[in-house]
């Protein structure tokens, strides 16, 4: 049996009456993956475990079983490990946003339009220009990562840019540092265990990179890959069809940036637009390795909630379907956040797919036998 798992990046979002109550996810013309959910259970995750803050590095951990008794956060070091850089047990590394914000440090614009990323990648790689900071490294547009000497104090606290801009708070957790500079998710490099499958991952972000290497999965390259919403997504399915055509692998994840992206930037539009194309360039033909070789479950889910209109990360269940070859689907006409409210996994709790995927690898290996 091998598993296919993919996560559309913040695919997931709260219906807004400016487009007719409709989320971008049920407003975007998606025959696949509605296909792929009516053949499939269906209900809805949760993956921000205990009420922590919605994050990718949370939300996926917890899908892949991780942090759920204690949730694993702080994507600064898991960023660093998928750059490659070096962190010392003792440091503190951080994720580095680029911001417009006031003297007093509360943030304007978490996202400002008019600074390109050549411009960040240039303030960035500055930062090394200031005490603490030893070392600091672009990832992608107005986002790095940062690492200051020593432990830091306080580091729980310190919320996203985004959140900054909601709640209007000021908190900085170094001081001395210029206005644009946004210091947050810190953390300290940590030892898991790895997943007890043999992994292989597909994916363009730092931090989702640094998931897998944490938890001992191949990293694969693709040509084209940026993170983004002009990422190759043909590149990334036939790269993630050969990985399940080898014998290599048992379990491959593939992983897709740009709709989360596109929330942040507050664009519906684009938004609807990524996931239209996720649907025909990247899930057509996996969806056509998996019904044609009937030895493939299939897990179709986002890692969280973005919504477009606040630019923020959400804490609501996301949607899930999950195919099993010889099991029948739930029939539900659609992949969205309120069709799979009626399908028969419910409301999955945080770490419950992961468990779910294990008890099919259980049941498939001992019948097999």
């Known amino acids: 049996m091998k598993t296919l798992l993919v996560i559309i990046d913040g695919a997931a979002d709260v219906a807004d009456a400016s487009t007719e109550g409709l989320t971008p996810l049920q407003a975007a013309d998606m ?12 209900g809805r995750l949760t993956t921000s475990p205990d009420g922590n803050a919605p994050g990718s590095e949370t939300a996926i951990m917890s899908i892949l079983g991780y942090g759920n008794d204690r949730p ?15 962190v010392s047990p003792d440091d503190t590394v951080w994720r ?6 006031m003297p007093s440090g509360r943030v304007v614009d978490p996202m400002p339009e008019d600074i390109t990323a050549s411009e960040a990648c240039r303030l960035i790689k500055s930062a090394v220009n200031y005490s603490p900071i030893v070392d600091a490294r672009h990832i992608g547009g107005l986002s790095g990562i940062v690492v200051t000497s020593g432990t830091s104090p306080e580091i729980d606290g310190i919320v996203s840019p985004y959140d900054a801009y909601i709640s209007g708070t000021a908190l900085r957790p170094v001081f001395g540092l210029p206005d644009w500079m946004w210091l947050w998710s810190a953390g300290h490099p940590l030892s898991l265990p790895p997943l007890p499958y043999r992994a ?14 944490a938890l001992g999965m191949d990293c694969l390259d693709v040509p084209g890959a940026t993170g983004d919403c002009s990422t190759s997504l043909e590149a990334k399915a036939a790269v993630a069809v050969g990985a399940l055509d080898s014998d290599g692998y048992d379990f491959v994840m593939v992983h897709i940036e740009g709709a989360d992206t596109a929330s942040h930037t507050g664009s519906f539009r684009l938004k609807r637009s990524f996931l239209e194309a996720i649907d025909s360039r990247l899930l057509a033909p996996l969806w056509q390795r998996v019904s044609d070789g009937g030895d493939t479950v299939f897990a179709l889910l986002p890692d969280h909630a973005t919504s477009w209109r606040h630019r923020r990360h959400t ?8 195919y099993v070859p010889w099991e029948k689907g739930d029939n539900v006409d659609r992949f969205d956040e309120t069709a799979v409210t009626c399908g028969s996994l419910g409301v999955i709790p945080a770490g419950g797919l992961a468990g ?7 049941h498939k290996k001992s019948v097999q036998s």
């Open 31 to 42: 025959p696949v993956a509605d296909t792929i959910a009516c053949r499939s259970a269906t």
């Open 72 to 86: 694993i956060s702080g994507r600064g070091w898991l960023e660093a490990l998928g750059l490659g850089m070096e």
């Open 96 to 101: 580095c946003n680029v911001v417009r914000a």
């Open 200 to 213: 292989a991952l597909i994916a363009a972000t730092p931090l989702v990179k640094g998931i897998g290497k």
């Open 315 to 322: 804490s609501d269940p996301v949607p899930v379907s999950l």
């Open 356 to 362: 779910i995927i294990a008890g099919l690898r259980k």
